[in-house]
Each structure stands twice: as C-alpha cells, then as structure tokens.
C-alpha cells in the first residue's frame, strides 16, 4: 500500500490565507488558555493571592475559579485541537502560531490586569496597601508579550505557508 504522506501538497492563495488565519487564531486561542491556567495555578492555588470574583464570599470565589479554569482550559483545548487539523492539512506555520501564542497571551494578561483588577475591581493580584508594584509588574509584562506576538505576527502576514 503507497501512500502520498511525503508528497507536498499544493496549496492555492486563499487556502493559504486562510490556514494563515487559522494559525494566527489556534496560537491565539492556547496562548489566552495557557496564561490564564498559570494565573489560576499560580496566583489563585498556589499563592491564595485572589480568586477570579473577589467581591462575594469565599465559597462564590472558589466555585469562580472552577468556571475560570474550565474555561481556560477549553480555550488551550480548541487551540490544540485547531493545531492538530492544522497538522493533518500540511499547513502549520510554527512561527505564525507563536505570534498567535505571544498575543494571545498578553491580550489577556492585559485586559486581566486593566479591565477586571481595575476597572470592574472584581480582584486584585494581590491584597497588599500598595499594589502599584504588582499592577505594574503584571502589565509590563502583558504588554511585553503583546508587542513579542505583534512583531511576529507582523513579520508572518504574508499569506503563504512556509514550504518544508
């Protein structure tokens, strides 16, 4: 029995652009998955420095953080999934999908740190009197992976699919 597994396919522009996309949105989808288990791992189980929803009882807290972390992990699960097909069809693009993981993960570092510590004030890094170091700390480096996934992602518009 012969197979073609080692036969490039071929591939026209708009499956290319939109394998493209699929990259870009795979790598987004696990890098939004993947920070958002580290700050439940870390900061919510290991630490005990806040829950997703601080503004209620303890209870309310933990059961958010359930809700939190089985959403992060449907996100890191599509992605991988989004990966896989990507894969199977010959059009994975290392690069773009780290762009797309770089991104996506800053994204929502970023809007964790801007939109729900501050502006809806549902939890705090962490409760201390001056937060200004961890606010800082938490949104530099959001913002450092943003711009880290920007240039990638940036650098990999092109809509073509890097030949192996």
């Known amino acids: 029995m012969t197979t073609n597994a080692s036969v490039p ?8 652009s939109s394998l493209s996309a699929r990259n870009l949105w795979s790598g ?11 700050d439940e791992t870390v900061f919510h189980q290991i630490l ?24 992060s992990w449907a996100a890191t699960i ?14 994975f693009w290392q690069a773009r999908w780290w762009g797309g993981v770089l991104l996506g993960g800053g994204v929502f570092q970023l809007y964790d740190g801007t ?20 606010d800082l700390t938490w949104n530099i480096i959001a913002v450092l992976l943003v711009a880290a996934g920007i240039v990638i992602t940036v650098r990999t518009r092109r809509s073509t ?3 192996e």
């Open 48 to 71: 005990h420095w806040h829950h997703f929803y601080d503004l209620s009882t303890t209870e309310v807290g933990l059961i958010s953080d359930g809700l939190f972390h089985a959403l």
């Open 28 to 38: 987004i989808l696990f890098g939004v998955g993947v920070v958002a288990f580290i």
């Open 9 to 16: 396919r071929q591939i026209d522009f708009g499956a290319r």
């Open 78 to 91: 599509g992605g991988l999934f989004m990966l896989a097909d990507l894969r199977r069809r010959g059009g």
């Open 115 to 134: 939109v729900q510590h501050k502006w809806w004030g549902i939890h705090q890094i962490r409760y201390v009197p001056d937060t200004l170091p961890y």
């Open 161 to 163: 699919i890097p030949s």
